[in-house]
């Protein structure tokens, strides 16, 4: 059963733009975590965040946290090329984590 | 660097053939994962094993079993391959001591035809 749902199924934009794709989940959860997989080859870790934080940074990107509506969303600023790839939110324990479809975010020059 | 190493990028079976994928990581990790991602359906978790020798069943089980004998290596099996079984296979690898999320190995694209 999935757990997490990225939202949009597909998002293109151009460089220098943002990037923003959310993630709504079922049960309670003690962290979320983000992932990005480029064509083709495994997922990378991006950013986790706990259920008792409501934001988070990393470089470009930025993480919100709404446990009261269940969802997420995760921002990527000033985005490059190198950016495009696909990006999926996991929810779950260090024992189990389950993932969406995710989102394809195309960025174009 | 820390990493999983998946032992194929690409794998052409036929059916009803045995086939191993296997997967090793180094860095100590309690956790080991074996999901499959297929378009449209996305990750789907099919075991999980968090100690040698200890196995549980994820979404999807049917038709694949596993294998932990050493804490770094966990195996994917199945039995008799179908055609329904082609898809890109993903091992991963978690710890419960830092929370730096899991490591994905790179993939086997496992096509049964």
């Known amino acids: 059963s999935q757990q997490g749902e990225e939202d949009p199924q597909a998002l293109s934009i151009q460089e220098g733009e943002n990037a923003t794709m959310n993630c709504s989940y079922k049960?309670?959860?003690?962290?979320l975590q983000w992932y990005r997989q480029n064509s083709g080859r495994g997922l990378v870790h991006l950013i986790l965040?706990?259920?008792?934080?409501r934001e988070k940074h990393s470089g470009r990107l930025r993480v919100t946290l709404d446990t009261s509506k269940k969802s997420s969303s995760l921002l990527i600023t000033a985005s490059r090329a190198a950016d495009t790839a696909s990006y999926f939110c996991?929810?779950?324990?260090?024992?189990?984590?389950?993932f969406g479809t995710g989102t394809r975010l195309q960025v174009t020059l | 660097d820390v990493k999983v190493t998946q032992s194929s990028r690409y794998l052409v079976k036929r059916t009803g053939e045995k086939v191993f994928l296997e997967c090793v990581q180094d860095?100590?990790?309690?956790?080991m994962f074996w999901y499959r991602q297929d378009p449209g359906l996305g990750l789907r978790l099919i075991y999980f094993?968090?100690?040698?020798?200890?196995?549980e069943k994820g979404d999807i089980p049917e038709g694949y079993s596993v294998s932990r004998e050493k804490k770094e290596r966990f195996s994917l099996i199945l039995e008799s391959a179908s055609t329904n079984q082609t898809s890109m296979y993903l091992c991963?690898?978690?710890?419960?001591?830092?929370?730096?999320?899991?490591?994905f190995g790179s993939g086997t694209r496992l096509t049964v035809v």
């Open positions: 860095m100590d990790h309690e956790n």
């Open positions: 965040i706990r259920s008792n934080e």
């Open positions: 049960t309670s959860i003690n962290n």
């Open positions: 094993s968090y100690d040698v020798k200890m196995k």
């Open positions: 991963a690898s978690s710890t419960y001591r830092e929370n730096y999320g899991y490591t």
């Open positions: 996991g929810t779950g324990t260090a024992s189990k984590l389950t």
